[in-house]
């Protein structure tokens, strides 16, 4: 089955412990991204990779760090986590990155910082 | 400014009503269209795409895009409760070759049986 499967789906942490959520697709995407989601604030794109060991930024980067060594996964990582990345995580993937390919999202992460 | 506009909601249609859905979107060059419905708690499920002018239909599911009036709407036909969602308006905006897609903050439909 066609997926884009995140983990992990819920996590309360502590603010100052790294952690890391990991993206896995299994359509051979080219194109993967991280979105968090807050409430009147709608999705918004934290970074996005065109390709194996391409990223770039969306536009909430801060605080977050991607990368791409494989095709399949694109773990977002949170060096330092702080209360204000308490949100709603999902990550989609896309055949690639041109304008027109419609995105498949993961089922979420739910993180909490304390 | 790349901005992607929807009216919050909630909009409230009886059942086997139809629902317009509108978005506004702020750059003349944008070239794709997409709607997905969103459940509480769930991830977004792309429901249509458009890219050109005019209506393209699915099902029940109706996308009206006008470039000149930078606007596109989903129409939704023989509306259901299971139809209540949130609807999320994406767009993509210039320069090609990165992403961004832009998502709108969604509106939010309930179907009353």
């Known amino acids: 089955e066609a997926q884009v499967t995140q ?14 959520v990991t993206c896995s697709q299994n359509m051979n995407h080219e194109y993967m991204s991280w979105y968090r989601q807050d409430p009147g604030l709608g999705l918004r794109q934290i970074y996005y990779s065109m390709n194996v060991e391409v990223t770039d930024k969306g536009d909430v980067p801060e605080g977050y760090k991607v990368s791409r060594k494989e095709k399949r996964n694109f773990p977002l990582i ?4 702080s209360p204000n990345q308490t949100s709603l995580y999902f990550c989609a993937s896309s055949l690639t990155g041109f304008l027109n390919q419609p995105q498949h999202f993961g089922d979420g992460t739910r993180l909490s910082i304390l | 400014q790349k901005e992607v506009e929807q009216n919050s909601g909630p909009l409230s249609v009886p059942e086997g009503a ?15 269209f997409f709607w997905y419905r969103q459940y509480s708690g ?16 699915d099902g029940r599911f109706t996308a009206q895009l006008n470039k000149a009036s930078q606007y596109v709407s989903l129409l939704i036909r023989d509306s259901q409760p299971s139809d209540s969602a949130t609807y999320l308006c994406a767009v993509t905006f210039p320069p090609s070759g990165n992403t961004p897609l832009v998502f709108g903050k969604g509106t939010r439909l309930s179907v009353i049986a």
Do not use: W
């Open chain 1, 7 to 20: 983990n992990p789906r819920y996590l309360i942490t502590v603010t100052g412990k790294k952690l890391t």
């Open chain 1, 78 to 81: 949170l060096e330092s986590p």
């Open chain 2, 18 to 32: 139809i629902a317009s859905l509108n978005c506004t979107y702020s750059d003349r060059g944008s070239q794709s």
């Open chain 2, 42 to 57: 769930k991830s977004p499920e792309l429901i249509m795409f458009i890219y050109s002018n005019g209506d393209k239909e």
